[in-house]
């Protein structure tokens, strides 16, 4: 009976992973398998496009909506110059990013635009936030599947090469006794540069017992830890979260936390919701950001929803290949400093409340490949706030360093108000009309 009711979690997962694009075919399973050195047994589907299964473990992950984090990525810097090896790795760190040209006037004007551009560059590195994020619970999930599902013998210790750069690998101290399982992302291909660790709560065998009236598990959660490390190996910020997978009820996988920069800087509430649903082609995914800006004397906070749709899809053997995503009805609201609380008052929704609506973006976007922590050229996106007549802009502009560059524009004269520049990390400085220059932590605006 119990192995019956792991089948259905089992089931149920794969279908999200198909949806996602996690699985391809059975010949590129078994080469990434390969190349990976028997990678994760609870990794039928790798968050790239191929699927590392070893000895051809069925795939059962891609859930979490890697949605969000396909767009994204956790692309690399901007403008970091150093020394970076093929994997993106060299410890590049940013260039401090270039003076920006202030084109708005004085006054109001000029205050109204500058929260504006805090806005854009808030929304904008978010969605790199919540790629890297979203694909860590891909993995996350995959691991929590081949506990259940195998044995913790066959988990522990196992690692991945990723495709898209870097690598995997699950703590071989897990046991039978273990309550958690910590996974580390790492830089590069020889797991020596971590760039996450992850502790997550383990799922046990009777949190997968279907519901009397469903052929589903109950709605499952698991708190986990985030340590985010930079290039050179210092702590960037820890993230906490809870995750939550609703199988039973809207089968979404949604979640909210908060991240502490290491630096001290102003807390970020964090939140994602993907609808893990059927179709082979697109998907919806919305992320949420909510923070102090200090220097503003204002609280910001924004939801944006996301449709994302995978090109040439239409079978689970398409791939995961490259990805668009589009969404035209963010909301981005403000208040006085601790004012905004980012939560899920009706789940799996995601909401700020505490502030008043200060503007609304569209967003538009591409990802070269989809499901990978670096994805290569050509990826960027767009965030438009058309009240104010300013665009976020930002590209990766080396396929060797992976880096990143940023731009916020006046939409009517083409001017440049702000520039940004990350590293591989997500960290480096933007610096606005104002001639100020903030750092970039992580993918957040660390004010």
């Known amino acids: 009976m119990a192995k019956t009711r792991i089948d259905e979690f089992e089931a149920f997962l ?32 790798t968050n790239v496009g191929g699927v590392t299964s070893a000895g051809g473990t069925k795939a059962t992950g891609g859930v979490v909506g890697t949605s969000i984090g396909t767009t994204t990525g956790g692309a690399v810097a901007v ?33 109204q635009s500058l929260v504006a551009e805090h806005a854009l560059a808030q929304v904008g590195f978010s969605i790199a936030m919540a790629s890297s994020v979203l694909d860590a619970q891909m993995w996350v999930i995959e691991v929590q599947d081949g506990i259940l599902s195998r044995s913790v013998k066959d988990v522990a210790g196992k690692t991945a090469q990723l495709p898209g750069g870097g690598s995997l690998r ?45 052929d589903l598990p109950p709605d499952l959660t698991w708190p986990e830890t985030l340590t985010y490390h930079a290039v050179d190996g210092h702590t960037l910020g820890v993230l906490s979260l809870t995750q939550n997978l609703a199988l ?37 995914c919305t992320g949420g950001v909510a923070q102090d800006f ?33 969404g035209s009805s963010s909301t981005v609201v403000s208040g006085p400093l601790g004012s905004l609380a980012l939560g899920t008052p009706v789940p799996p929704t995601l909401s700020v409340s505490g502030g008043t609506a200060f503007t609304s973006t569209v967003t538009d976007g591409s990802a070269a490949e989809a499901l990978v922590f670096f994805p290569p050229k050509p990826t960027g996106w767009t965030i438009t706030d058309t009240a104010h007549d300013e665009r976020f802009t930002i590209t990766l502009i080396d396929d060797t360093t992976r880096n990143l560059a940023a731009t916020i524009t006046r939409v009517s004269t083409g001017a440049t108000l702000a520039n940004a520049s990350l590293d591989q990390s997500g960290t480096g400085a933007i610096t606005y009309s104002d001639g ?10 660390a004010d």
């Not at 830089?187 to 799922?203: R, W």
């Not at 996988?253 to 059927?278: K, R, W």
């Not at 204002?298 to 990805?323: F, M, Q």
């Open 170 to 214: 699950v703590d071989p101290g897990l046991s039978t006794t273990s309550q958690t399982v910590t996974i580390t992302i790492y830089y590069d291909s020889a797991f020596t540069q971590p760039y996450v660790d992850i502790v997550a709560g383990l799922i046990s065998p009777d949190e997968v017992v279907p519901d009397a009236d469903s």
């Open 436 to 445: 100020s220059t903030v750092a970039i932590t992580s993918w957040t605006v």
């Open 294 to 326: 200090p220097s503003l004397s204002l609280a910001i906070g924004s939801v944006t929803p996301l449709t994302l749709t995978r090109r040439g899809s239409g079978s689970k053997d398409a791939g995961a290949g490259p990805i668009d995503f589009s």
């Open 79 to 111: 403008g970091g110059k150093g020394g970076g090896d093929a994997s993106g790795l060299g410890g590049s760190n940013a260039t401090g990013a270039s003076g920006a040209v202030g084109t708005s006037s004085s006054g109001d004007d000029a205050g």
């Open 248 to 284: 039973a009820t809207n089968q979404h996988a949604y979640g909210t936390g908060t991240f502490v920069p290491a630096t001290g800087a102003p807390s970020v509430q964090f939140g994602l919701d993907c609808l893990m649903a059927t179709s082979a082609s697109s998907f919806p």
């Open 14 to 45: 794969f279908s999200a992973a198909v949806m996602l694009g996690a699985c391809s075919s059975s010949s590129r399973r078994q080469e990434v398998g390969d190349a990976a050195g028997g990678a994760i047994n609870a990794a039928g589907a």
